[in-house]
């Protein structure tokens, strides 16, 4: 049974910085593509970044060259460095696993999207003060 847990969420002020983290377990983590997402409250889910087993990443282009996806595959975990906070920032964050190919569909489609994911964590509250 998969289970990923979030941590590391809290209150910055803008600017700021926070390091995520997702602790997995149940499976081969090695075998899946891991995915950070968010929603915000009265907004869609957003696909934040990604990252497959081979160490390719894909960021969303409200986060990049802010955010940074990383994984320590022998502590089975996953981690979302995330910098220069922004207000808009503020949401539940979320970490997802899914198979290998989803990379390949995110490559093809520039899209993080959740119906790749199968397996979701409970999230993770970030909220960002201006």
């Known amino acids: 049974q998969v289970q990923l847990v979030e941590s590391g969420g809290g209150s910055v002020q803008a600017g700021g910085s926070l390091r995520l983290s997702c602790a997995a377990s149940g499976y081969t983590y090695s075998n899946f593509c891991m995915g950070w997402f968010r929603q915000a409250p009265g907004k869609t889910r957003e696909g934040v970044a990604a990252?497959?087993?081979?160490?390719?990443?894909s960021y969303a282009d409200s986060v990049k060259g802010r955010f940074t996806i990383s994984q320590d595959n022998a502590k089975n975990t996953l981690y979302l460095q995330m910098n220069s906070l922004k207000p808009e920032d503020t949401a539940m964050y979320y970490c997802?696993?899914?198979?290998?190919?989803?990379?390949?569909?995110?490559?093809?489609?520039?899209?993080?999207?959740?119906?790749?994911?199968?397996?979701w964590g409970q999230g993770t509250q970030v909220t960002v003060s201006s």
């Open positions: 997802a696993a899914g198979p290998t190919g989803v990379m390949t569909a995110i490559q093809a489609t520039g899209i993080i999207s959740g119906s790749f994911f199968g397996h």
């Open positions: 990252i497959d087993s081979d160490g390719s990443t």
